[in-house]
């Protein structure tokens, strides 16, 4: 299973929306946003606050089988949820990850308990 990481901006004065789209995710959203993660094979998808002197960011870590299937399939999504979650990102960040070739990130460390990690070099 692949694990995947990125960090993306929350623009400024944008927290309290930021904290009503994860709200919604968990709450009204709830049922759409799970549909659409098992069915672009996620396993696990995370998002952790994080906050540091040049702003609030969002960490999110996700596991699937194949991340590149699993994002291509994210964005090939063409409902209303779709294009509602999209617009969201776009105005909470300033990232068009639809139209955007998010660059790869490089995997340095991988430590996990059960002595399986895999040398990421």
Do not use: C
């Not at 609030?56 to 291509?72: F, G, P, R, T, Y």
């Amino acid at each position: 299973m692949a694990l995947y990481a990125f960090v993306a901006p929350i623009q400024p004065n944008k927290s309290e929306e930021f904290r009503q789209f994860i709200k919604d995710l968990n709450g009204s959203r709830k049922a759409e946003y799970e549909a659409s993660r098992a069915k672009a094979g996620f396993q696990r998808e995370s998002m952790f606050l994080q906050k540091t002197p040049q702003g609030e960011m969002v960490v999110v870590i996700q596991e699937a089988d194949s991340q590149k299937d699993a994002l291509e399939s994210l964005r090939g999504m063409k409902d209303s949820f779709g294009d509602w979650f999209f617009q969201k990102l776009k105005d909470l960040h300033g990232i068009d990850l639809v139209g955007t070739d998010v660059p790869p990130n490089e995997l340095l460390l991988d430590f996990r308990s059960d002595n399986m990690s895999e040398d990421p070099t």
